[in-house]
């Protein structure tokens, strides 16, 4: 499985993006697909995570309201959309994916290289 994730960048505190994960390879193995963030020097931080099939999602509780999961089966993407972003959203955020609809890190087996998103205030 490889995953590649896009879509970040320099954004105004208050605005939006959406993130973006490409994947590929032996996708119908695995059945989750999460973002998570890490901001250096900090452990791995959950945000949200979404089925391959059926579209079931999971959301931490800090990230709920301002963070939105999606997928598109026929192009093997899953996206975040985040808005209203704040400045303490600065963070290298990282799509993975595994076998189950998890909020740890540990549960998920394959892992993009991840996409920067730093917020301005």
């Known amino acids: 499985v490889q995953l590649q994730a896009s879509g970040g960048g320099l954004v105004q505190a208050g605005g939006s993006l959406r993130l973006s994960c490409a994947a590929s390879g032996r996708t119908f193995s695995s059945r989750a697909v999460g973002w998570l963030r890490q901001v250096p020097g900090k452990e791995r931080e959950f945000v949200a995570a979404i089925t391959w099939y059926g579209g079931s999602t999971l959301y931490a509780d800090s990230m709920k309201g301002r963070f939105t999961v999606s997928r598109d089966n026929d192009k093997n993407t899953v996206y975040l959309q985040v808005n209203s972003l704040k400045p303490e959203d600065t963070a290298i955020y990282y799509c993975?994916?595994?076998?189950?609809?998890?909020?740890?890190?540990?549960?998920?087996?394959?892992w993009g290289q991840g996409t920067q998103v730093t917020v301005s205030s």
């Open positions: 993975a994916m595994g076998s189950i609809l998890a909020p740890t890190p540990t549960q998920y087996e394959y």
